[in-house]
Nanobody, 115 residues
Framework: QVQLVESGGGLVQAGGSLRLSCAAG????????MGWYRQAPGKQRELVAA???????DYVDDVKGRFTISRGNAKYTVTLQMNKLKPGDSTVYCC?????????WGQGTRVTFSS
């Protein structure tokens, strides 16, 4: 089964928190490393957090200490807990394996800052 369904985005203020969830189909989830990506307008998509099948995690410097990635191997889910959010975090977040599965991407979930 090939699927990526992201949810949990929304409006947030500076310093706030959001919890993103991803329901990944077995085909993608079993590719070992899962990650959360984001792509700001005019910029390339970047991998911000990754987690291996045994729970080893890695983060881009900008989110270290603020974001936490986790996975539920029984239900093929990946979660991103985002704390201390900053305006620069405002964009669309997608999950996928690392490297990404072919050219397949879900709809993503948008994080937007409210003034």
């Amino acid at each position: 089964q090939v699927q990526l369904v992201e949810s949990g985005g929304g409006l947030v203020q500076a310093g706030g928190s959001l919890r993103l969830s991803c329901a990944a189909g077995r085909t993608i989830f079993m590719r070992n490393i899962m990650g959360w990506y984001r792509q700001a307008p005019g910029k390339q998509r970047e991998l911000v957090a990754a987690i291996s099948s045994v729970g080893r995690t890695d983060y881009v410097d900008d989110v270290k200490g603020r974001f936490t990635i986790s996975r539920g191997n029984a239900k093929y889910t990946v979660t991103l807990q985002m704390n201390k959010l900053k305006p620069g975090d405002s964009t669309v977040y997608c999950c996928n394996s690392q490297p990404p599965y072919r050219s397949y991407w879900g709809q993503g979930t948008r994080v937007t800052f409210s003034s």
